[in-house]
């Protein structure tokens, strides 16, 4: 049998962090950051998201150790089957892989309102469609073309975030309240903060491109401290210059924030940042799901069909497929303005992630004691258990959150056991036959 054609190792340091922290930094972060501060009732709801960061620092952490033990493009895949077992493992890594999905569906409704509110004339949806036909093109160019624009966009978006926000502060002189006494709603605000981080970790499965496996964890932590200063800093900002509940009603609060500080310009600064989100967001998950599914394929947990590189070894049928299901959720989302429930449901996958890792880091102690680890978790298993209990915690939040939607039903409930069970039907039914042809002799 033919052996299928491997990645190339050419990433280094700025591209993992611009990845990292590109992935997290999604337009609907913003209202994320605004339901914070409303939780806390003033200008301290920094103090929840960085307290929301340095929770996903374990996360990372526990992310760093799994990619140094096992660096592979299947990441999760990998690290779930040898630390827990192959059933769970391959049923889990397609609920991830929903994950992705649901936030580039959910965040191309937030650019498109955004969009609207500055050129009404031309419908949000066009606007959709071109930024994510963009992210697919840069992707087919190459993973070095990709990592550049995703270089260039999110160190673009943090500078220009981190600077109106502080030019915002300095412009604007309003009194403080309680920058440092946050509220009763402390504790709820950091839950919903840790989703500000949501997707730092999906730059693992560039664990075979990347010129040094020990870069991986110190990007992710980078990018998180990246994360922390951005939206730490808008949110003073925002909480500066107008009330919460000022904010609170609008799907697009940064753009009242840009206009109360500097008018016009404002604005129109604070809707190009919100419309390079969507480059940072939409290319960096064509990114890193489109290696997912090649290391899918590649296992032949997915037909090899999928594993296809092109002639800059891209797995360029993976691109065609993320792009298409994306347009398709895009256009879903837009139509009934229903993005709250794949928000929550991608928050609460996200969670449980986060409790899966810090399992398999467990099992992996266990079962490969001796194997070789660029990068530790230190004092034994007491941090993945913290992470287990923390995020365990969040995940149950974030499933049972009001979805926006009409009536008592729990949607978001619904949808996640929808494609838990579409999953499981997939590897118990379909996997099997994918195999044996696997062990089937050449015609």
Not at 10 to 18: A, D, E, F, K
Not at 248 to 260: E, F, K, Y
Request: hydrophobic residues 60%; glycine residues 8%.
């Amino acid at each position: 049998m033919a052996s299928l054609p491997e990645l190339r190792r050419v990433l280094r340091l700025p591209t993992i962090v611009s990845t990292s922290a590109g992935l997290a930094f999604a337009a609907v972060n913003f209202l994320a950051v605004i339901q914070v501060a409303d939780l806390v009732a003033g200008d301290s709801a920094w103090l929840a998201i960085v307290t929301a960061g340095v929770l996903c620092l374990l996360a990372a952490g526990v992310f760093g150790e799994l990619n140094a033990v096992l660096p592979s493009a299947a990441g999760i895949r990998l690290w779930t089957r040898q630390g827990i077992s192959d059933g769970f493992s391959l049923v889990f890594t397609l609920l991830y892989l929903t994950t992705i999905l649901a936030v580039i569906a959910a965040d191309s409704f937030i650019l498109a309102q955004a969009v609207q509110a500055g050129i009404p004339a031309i419908p949000g949806i066009i606007w959709i469609v071109l930024f994510l036909s963009l992210a697919l093109w840069a992707n087919l160019r190459g993973v070095k073309i990709a990592g550049r624009v995703q270089d260039a966009t999110t160190f673009v978006l943090l500078g220009s975030l981190t600077l109106i926000a502080v030019a915002a502060i300095v412009h604007v002189h309003h009194p403080w309240h309680t920058p440092f006494a946050p509220g009763g709603g402390y504790l709820q605000a950091v839950a919903l903060g840790v989703f500000v981080f949501v997707g730092f970790e999906w730059v693992t499965p560039l664990a075979e491109e990347v010129t040094d496996s020990r870069l991986m964890p110190r990007g992710m932590f980078m990018g998180i401290g990246l994360i922390a200063i951005a939206f730490g800093l808008f949110s003073l900002a925002a909480t500066h210059l107008l009330p919460p509940n000022a904010l609170t009603s609008s799907l697009v609060p940064q753009l009242l924030v840009g206009r109360a500080a500097f008018g016009e310009f404002g604005f129109w600064w604070m809707l190009a940042i919100t419309v390079i989100t969507a480059g940072t967001t939409f290319n960096g998950s064509f990114v890193s799901a489109s290696r997912l599914l090649y290391a899918l394929a590649r296992e032949r947990s997915l037909p090899t069909w999928f594993a296809a590189l092109n002639d800059r070894f891209v797995p360029m049928r993976a691109l065609y497929v993320l792009f298409g299901a994306s347009v398709v959720l895009a256009v879903l989302v837009f139509a009934t303005g229903d993005y709250r429930v794949l928000i929550n449901a991608g928050a609460a996958l996200e969670a449980v992630m986060y409790v899966v890792a810090a399992w398999a880091v467990i099992g992996l102690r266990r079962r490969q004691p001796a194997a070789e680890r660029s990068f530790k978790l230190p004092f034994g298993i007491v941090l993945p258990i913290v992470t287990i209990v923390v995020f365990l915690v969040l995940a149950v939040g974030a499933a049972t959150s009001p979805s926006g939607t009409a009536g008592p039903v729990p949607w978001v409930l619904v949808l996640l056991l929808v494609i838990a069970l579409l999953s499981f039907l997939y590897v118990r039914l379909y996997v099997p036959r994918l195999r044996v042809r696997r062990q089937r002799p050449p015609a």
